[in-house]
């Protein structure tokens, strides 16, 4: 499959990745109700962010800290679905990696109100 893939153009293998990411972001919303709350908090900040009466930059950040939280908790379900499909028994190495990644959310979330506060103030 590798040769396979290697014959391919550029264009053929950035096309397919984006239904493989469309299917990525599908299968998050479909399962993961904490990406689901995000998404409707996008919704509600992206358009507030555009609409602030900050410069370019300020909107660019204000939107990209909202686009943070969902990158990162894109990446975490990836982190936990992983570990669930290798075990679902408890181990402490499994533990952390899922806690860490829902720490990696954590963070993303305080910087938005930090962000839009750095540059509304």
Known sequence: MKGHQKSRSPFSRLWNALFYSLDGLSAAFRYE???RAEVLMAL??????????VSGTGKAMMVASVLLVLIVELINS???SV???ISLEDH???KRAKDMGSAAVMLALINVPLVWLLVLV
């Open 33 to 35: 109700g904490a990406f």
């Open 44 to 53: 509600v900040l992206i358009p507030i962010g555009l609409h602030a009466p």
């Open 78 to 80: 990836a982190i936990e």
């Open 83 to 85: 570990t669930d499909r």
């Open 92 to 94: 402490v190495l499994a």
